[in-house]
């Protein structure tokens, strides 16, 4: 796995000269959010979606991406039908701007390609045609990247270039013990120290349970793996979060001042707080992405 990644970026190094990244600067500085998590089924999905909603609350511009390139699922929790998705860009059948889709909820989605896995696997053409094409999404305040869960290239190769890394954990022992699992591989795999990791405990039912299973994770990651892990917050257990998807609606819409939307506005506001690094942006994505 780390052979191929590196493979992937010994191809970019070579093929794109670094200048081609300096040259497309300046440029507003998109912060790039990756969701991710060990075990699947914890919540990303739902949390990157509603965490772009509660950005565009605050007047931002959101753009959630799917990059679950296995069970791509963002247009179904909102209830939209994508004409056209990933896959149609990394064919070069279409272009970013035809695939970024707007929706009613003020932010704009890049909808996945469903059983199309690892962008590793792609042709050299097609993922130089789709780095060209990410650049198209530079105007946003904040690119949400929903991944898949686990690890596959694919996964590290968007943790590795993001300003900020969401875990996402449930207070299952599974969950925990698969956050920990990612952790540990994204920490062996990735030499960026300054990766940002951050923790969301989804599904508690209570403030101490959040905050006693992101002290377990952090813990064992900062003795056993000396990454800094920071705790950005949980989100409660909700009925209306399964409603919403029934209904195909994010959660913040559905009930703003549901206790899973006042957890999301919290964590918007957190993130807001924290530091997020100068020069960010598609351009120093792109960078890291391709550069070791
Ligand atoms: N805070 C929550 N409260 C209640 N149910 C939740 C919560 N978060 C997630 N769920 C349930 O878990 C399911 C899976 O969530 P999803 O966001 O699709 O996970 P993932 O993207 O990690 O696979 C949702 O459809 C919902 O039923
Ligand atoms: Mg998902």
Redesign the pocket.
């Given at each position: 796995m780390a052979d191929q990644a590196e493979k992937l970026r010994e191809i970019m190094r070579n093929k794109i000269p670094s200048s081609r990244f300096e040259d497309s600067l300046p440029q507003k500085a998109s912060r790039i959010i990756s969701?991710s998590?060990g075990?699947?089924?914890?919540?990303?999905?739902?949390?990157?979606?509603n965490l772009a909603l509660a950005y565009a609350k605050l007047g931002k511009k959101a753009i959630v991406l799917d990059a679950?390139l296995g069970?791509a699922?963002v247009n179904v929790?909102l209830g939209v039908i994508p004409r056209y998705n990933l896959y149609h860009l990394i064919r070069k059948q279409k272009k970013m701007k035809d695939i970024l889709l707007d929706t009613t909820y003020g932010i704009q989605i890049v909808a996945g390609a469903s059983g199309f896995s690892k962008i590793a696997n792609l042709s050299e053409e097609e993922r130089k045609g789709f780095i060209e094409e990410l650049h198209e999404l530079s105007s946003a305040d904040v690119i949400i990247i929903?991944t898949s869960?686990g690890v596959s290239n694919n996964v590290l190769t968007f943790v590795a270039a993001s300003d900020d890394v969401i875990i996402?954990t449930?207070p299952e022992p599974t969950a925990i013990t698969d956050a920990y699992g990612i952790v540990k591989i994204i920490a062996t795999e990735i030499d960026n120290i300054d990766l940002g990791l951050k923790l969301v405990v989804?599904?508690?039912k209570s403030v101490i349970e959040g905050r006693k299973v992101a002290e377990r994770v952090i813990n064992i990651a900062g003795q056993f793996l000396n990454i800094k892990m920071d705790y950005l917050g949980f989100?409660?257990?909700?009925?209306?979060?399964?409603n919403?998807?029934?209904k195909q609606r994010p959660?913040l819409a559905l009930d703003p001042k549901g206790k899973?939307s006042i957890?999301i506005d919290h964590i918007v506001r957190r993130l807001e707080n924290m530091d997020f690094k100068e020069g960010s942006g598609i351009s120093q994505f792109l960078k890291k992405l391709f550069s070791s």
């Open positions: 969701v998590s075990k699947g089924g914890v919540g990303k999905t739902n949390i990157a979606i679950d069970l699922n929790v929903d869960a996402v449930t989804n599904r508690v989100v409660y257990e909700d009925v209306l979060v399964q919403a998807v029934i959660f899973a957890c």
